[in-house]
């Protein structure tokens, strides 16, 4: 084994350990071909943003009948997705979750490449015209999103608050500490959503200056509606889904969208009792934060559609 080294103290001018594991996670999801996972059911297919609680792990033959019992996923008529956004996507959801600190990334890799691995087959038996590692087809992008949702939300189930991680093939190694504000596993769900949530945000602002919905001095019901019209319209171009349509509720907002390029994978995550990797959701919520509008929503899927539904307190919004 290498030596232990305590990174911020001892290696002041070492490359940052996340800057290092991201970029070789990332060459690893786009050069490599994996596979689905095993699964915990959930009894309603609607999931609410404020009962971020992750189910218990599945093993054995729990992962047998989960396998079983997953929706078979769809040849949908979707096009290719746009390549950055989609390693956008893929790349923040593993830098939160490397910031978090809740296991060696090291062990986050093994893990992500091992679930792959064991899933491919599987998933490639109901959809044979994939191609591995083809991050911009989005029956690809829908099975690796659901492989790493899955690894991050059995990471956070056994998450640690004090561990070595490797940062090179030498067998150097680091000492993380998680931030003890944030000890407690059960907030890291609800922390890796809104964290990605307001990266995507924050990335897609500046990339999409004209596009990218600025934030209301004093919101009004039809100014939110407007943003969100926005976030949707900047996903579209990149073809993350096919259309999506918002509408205006009494005391909230209603987002549908067409065949996006995790529609398989946020039915699996959902039965599973796993994290969403519902992005648009993610995003929306961002939005609504920065307008101080407290909300909260629900997911109902459909085999071409996800509508995910907010709702505000009564009479907020003029």
Known sequence: DGPTL??????????????????????????????????????????????????????????????????VPKNLPRRRM???????????????????????????QRDFFLLRQDEWDVYREMMPSTKQGDLS???????????????????????????????DANGTAVVISRNPAIADNKELPALQLQRVGDSILNALADKYPSLAPPVPRNPTAALVQEGVSKIAFIFEINDYFLTSRVKLLSDGLELTVVAP??????????????????????????????????????????????????????????
Not at 287 to 300: E, N
């Open 6 to 71: 305590l990174y911020s103290t001892m290696r002041p001018n070492a490359p940052p350990r996340r800057a290092v594991l991201a970029s070789a996670c990332a060459l690893m999801t786009v050069m490599q071909p994996l596979a689905p996972f095993p699964t915990q059911l959930r009894a309603s297919a609607a999931v609410t943003s404020s009962d971020l609680a992750l189910g218990p792990a599945i093993s054995g033959i729990g992962e047998t009948i989960e396998r079983r019992l997953r929706p």
């Open 82 to 108: 746009d390549l950055d956004f989609a390693v956008l996507l893929m790349r923040t959801s593993y830098q939160v979750a490397d910031d978090l600190d809740f296991t060696p990334m090291n062990d986050f």
């Open 137 to 167: 087809d989005p029956s690809y992008f829908d099975f690796i999103s659901f492989c790493q949702y899955a690894t991050i939300s059995n990471s956070m189930r056994s998450g640690r608050t004090l561990f070595n991680e490797l940062i």
């Open 261 to 318: 390029a995790t529609q398989w994978s946020q039915q699996v995550l959902s039965r599973r009792g796993d994290l969403s990797n519902a992005f648009e959701a993610m995003v929306v919520q961002a939005f609504l934060r920065r307008c101080s509008i407290p909300a909260t929503y629900v997911t109902k899927t459909s085999p071409t559609e996800i509508v995910h539904r907010w709702s505000w307190p009564a009479g907020l919004l003029p």
